[in-house]
């Protein structure tokens, strides 16, 4: 049986990646800041473990033994153009001092290119109280895009946004960005296991959205 460590395995997208994994058979470890708050985690099945994924002999000891890692932690705490570069460079460090050979890492939509080619941040209309927060998840991606020694990595961005929690449904399709797009995080994660699963994308981002009508509630 193949393991998953889940990095931010506390929040939406984190803790349904953790679910899918489980209902796939992984052995799944997540990785939380506070493990008192999540012992629901442990009780699906997980074994919980705290660490920082800014770290990377945090990240090197936690993610031994493991084949794949998800990365969807966000430290409200620390300033994002900070934490995002600094979370690239442990996971490609502790990673690649782990063995660990595949990385799939939750993004953003703003970095993804809409239909004419321009990337959503960069569009007229894109708010730009939210661009510093873009950017520095651009910059996290630029460390992984320009780290040789990086793992097989892959970002997986909603195209738009996250719906409210809800069951899977009928899954999801790829999708440029769309802003009007909402996608629950547990349709998203079938993406995201999916890419572990049977690797097809290889050191891109890639958006998703709710197959069927693109346009959530």
Known sequence: MSGVIVFGAGGRVGRAAVSEALRRGYEVTAVVRNPDRHGDLAAAGARLREGDVTDPGSVAQLA???????????????????????????????????????????????????????RLLDAP????QYRPFALAHAAGAAVLRDSPAAPDWIVVSPAGDFAPDGPRSSGYRLSPADPGARITPEDFALALLDEIDTPRHHRVQLGVAPRGNSRGN
């Open 64 to 118: 031994a033994g493991h084949d794949a890692a998800i990365h969807a932690a966000y430290d409200a705490g620390s300033p994002a153009d900070v934490f995002f570069p600094a979370a690239a460079r442990a996971l490609v460090n502790g990673l690649a001092r782990a063995g660990v050979g595949r990385l799939v890492v939750v993004g953003l939509a703003a970095l993804l290119e809409t239909p004419d080619g321009t």
């Open 125 to 128: 209309t894109f708010p730009p």
